[in-house]
């Protein structure tokens, strides 16, 4: 997953009350780590900057301030695709949250 796709899911989960950079660059620096690679959390905050900034110009756009500075969320009003995004996450928790079975309990009584 891209870290478009990573920011644009956090902006998602927050609704419409919105997020600031900060909190959003922490969620993507910490969905990227492993215990093998660490991304470089200036980086990361650099790119979710620009991206918000990028995509929050317009009316039309998929991202809007929310009047706090440094706040975004997502653009329901004035945008369809913000709209579809909404739709498409709800859509892949719902399914992630379906597909958990319960495991059999196999461990044998002590007791008996």
């Known amino acids: 997953m891209g870290y478009d796709k990573q920011i644009l ?47 929050s110009k317009s009316q039309q756009s998929l991202i809007e ?5 440094g706040y975004y969320r997502l653009n329901t009003d004035g945008s369809d695709d913000a709209l579809q995004l909404l739709l498409q996450f709800q859509d892949e928790k719902e399914e992630k949250e379906e597909e958990k079975p319960q495991p ?9």
């Open 9 to 55: 899911q956090i902006l998602t989960e927050a609704g419409q009350s919105g997020v600031s950079v900060q909190t959003i660059a922490k969620h993507v620096y910490n969905m990227n780590c492993t215990f093998f690679a660490q991304p470089d959390y200036d980086e990361i905050r650099t790119y979710v900057q620009q991206y918000l900034l990028r995509n």
């Open 104 to 112: 059999k309990d196999l461990s044998l009584d002590l007791f008996a």
């Open 65 to 69: 301030t929310t009047g706090r500075r």
